[in-house]
């Protein structure tokens, strides 16, 4: 009894094999048993009509589609600004809260000059009391020159007076010594008015910096935006580096996302996007920045987006879905259903080639939408089996029945 079972368990296990791993030839042993063929389709395929498979095929023509860029990104602020102080007092205007809009040169805070305007006026007179030397200087040095005039000419006098015998020898002495000594007043005239005008250079930065001490009173917006955080209360003491305000600029507002590296080279600067935020609003512009540089961490690059963002429905931070279009491809539009499997786990579409015989195309998903998926790999026209692939393999012969896409 038990060897009996054994065998039973034997040939169980041999038909199991050939049912699952050998149906194709299976099914090939079993139709060459058949009667001759009957049909015109009988003599193509060598199948009588009655062992067709019955399958539904849609006939699909490709069509031209973008084939964006999907990816998931998130809103950034244009510009955000922290404005901070570049000296030392205490705030002596009122606050603006967080969420003011500000125009560029609003005044954020104001702060106590106290003896700032006292050193502005004694540098501006110390500068007027250095420009009021520059005549004096000038005129001793015009007086110099003349003296070096006459000294010159007293000197030639002197020397043509001695080489006839006219002249004694000390007065030629005296008529050189004197020459000297006028050379010596034009070089300290000539001192003199480059330190007046020294005097002047200082003075005029030590204005400058007094007056740049003032300006530093006042802190003003740099761009037209929003306050992000409360500008610094009254009273409150600054020094250099102090936080007056932080300013965010988001009209326009930008859509940051990292694209991989297989898909860079299918983006360019000037590009059309589409996002959608998890608000549900519906955005577009343009791509105005892409990395040249990936991300060491993520192999990704950086691309940016900007939006206008009049009415300032858009906030910083916000999670997108970003679309960004690229360069047009054929695709055929099939049901989600109608993608399988083959034996070695590629995904692809089963169809009818000539002669009613099944076969197997890989396909690269491109899109899928709430319509069907869109495919690429395949011909431009094809008949693609949407209702019992599952039921055939390559090589089967079936007895298709067509239907549009629209239906």
Not at 254 to 268: A, M, Q, W
């Amino acid at each position: 009894m038990r060897l009996i079972s054994l065998v039973n368990a034997v040939l169980v296990i041999v038909a199991l094999y050939f049912l699952v791993f050998e149906r194709d030839s299976l099914f090939a042993f079993a139709g060459r048993e058949d009667n001759a063929p009957e049909s015109e389709a009988a003599e193509t395929t060598g199948v009588a009509p009655e062992q067709a498979v019955g399958v539904v095929a849609l006939r699909s023509t490709a069509r031209e589609i973008d084939s964006a860029v999907v990816l998931r990104g998130q809103t950034k602020a244009d510009r955000q600004v922290e404005v901070l102080a570049e000296t030392t007092s205490t705030v002596v205007s009122a606050p603006k809260r967080k969420g003011a809009f500000v125009e560029a040169g609003d005044l954020l805070c104001e702060l106590d000059p106290g003896s700032r305007p006292a050193q502005l006026a004694q540098a501006k007179a110390a500068k007027l009391e250095a420009e009021s030397r520059v005549p004096e200087a000038e005129a001793r040095l015009e007086e110099a020159h003349a003296r070096v005039d006459e000294a010159e000419i007293n000197l030639r006098a002197a020397r043509k007076l001695s080489e006839t015998g006219f002249g004694s020898e000390t007065r030629r002495i005296a008529a050189e010594a004197e020459m000297r000594s006028a050379e010596a007043g034009v070089k300290a005239a000539e001192a003199q008015v480059k330190s007046t005008s020294a005097g002047i250079e200082a003075a005029a930065a030590t204005v400058s910096t007094a007056e740049l001490e003032m300006d530093r009173i006042t802190i003003e917006a740099p761009f037209q935006g929003l306050l992000e955080s409360d500008s610094a209360e009254l009273g409150s003491l600054m020094q250099p580096g102090s936080l007056c305000a932080t300013v965010i600029q988001l009209d326009p507002i930008k859509l940051v996302g990292f694209v991989p590296e297989t898909e860079v080279n299918r983006i360019v600067v000037g590009a059309p996007a589409q996002a959608q935020l998890v608000t549900g609003l519906q955005v577009e512009g343009r791509v105005t920045f892409l990395s040249r540089s990936a991300d060491e961490t993520t192999r990704t690059f950086e691309v940016e987006i900007t939006v206008p963002n009049p009415e300032l429905l858009i906030r910083d931070g916000q999670t997108a879905s970003i679309r960004i279009a690229a360069e047009g491809a054929k695709a055929h539009l099939l049901p989600q259903s109608a993608l399988t499997l083959n034996n070695e786990g590629q995904l692809g579409v089963r169809t009818v080639g000539a002669g009613n015989i099944v076969d197997f195309v890989p396909i690269q998903l491109l899109r899928d939408t709430a319509e069907g998926v869109w495919v690429g790999g395949l011909a431009e026209t094809v008949d693609v089996i949407v209702v019992g692939q599952e039921f055939v393999t390559a090589g089967v012969v079936v007895a298709p029945t067509y239907k549009d896409a629209s239906q």
